[in-house]
Nanobody
Framework: QVQVTESGGGLVRAGDSLRLSCAVSGRTEDVFSMGWFRQTPGKEREFVGVIAWNTGMTYYSDSVKGRFTVSREKAKSEVYLQMDKLKDEHTSVYYC???????????????????WGQGPQVPVSE
């Protein structure tokens, strides 16, 4: 059984950095990509960034490009979201997800991911 488990969320101050971790257990041979979404109350889930599991190629939302970094460590079956110079507008619940479907840019559509983490909160205070 596949499980996706995030860690590392919590209250941070504007200007700080934070790294979220995501561990995937179970079958990983068919994983094509893993990445991150975020969601605030009353809004749709928004794509943040993704990494191709085998090649390490990444793709980001324009809103986080240059500020957030997605990386992975295959040996540990973990993926990370490094968030730098946080602003209060980055306050959200951040979800890790995996996809077995090809096409990295297709990850931006939430329905293409089959397993999700529980979504740690990341409140950013001024």
């Amino acid at each position: 059984q596949v499980q996706v488990t995030e860690s590392g969320g919590g209250l941070v101050r504007a200007g700080d950095s934070l790294r979220l971790s995501c561990a995937v257990s179970g079958r990983t041979e068919d994983v094509f990509s893993m990445g991150w979404f975020r969601q605030t109350p009353g809004k749709e889930r928004e794509f943040v960034g993704v990494i191709a599991w085998n090649t390490g190629m990444t793709y980001y939302s324009d809103s986080v490009k240059g500020r957030f970094t997605v990386s992975r460590e295959k040996a540990k079956s973990e993926v990370y979201l490094q968030m730098d110079k946080l602003k209060d507008e980055h306050t959200s619940v951040y979800y890790c997800a995996r996809s077995t479907l090809p096409l990295l840019t297709g990850f931006t559509a939430p329905h293409r991911s089959d397993y999700w983490g529980q979504g740690p909160q990341v409140p950013v205070s001024e």
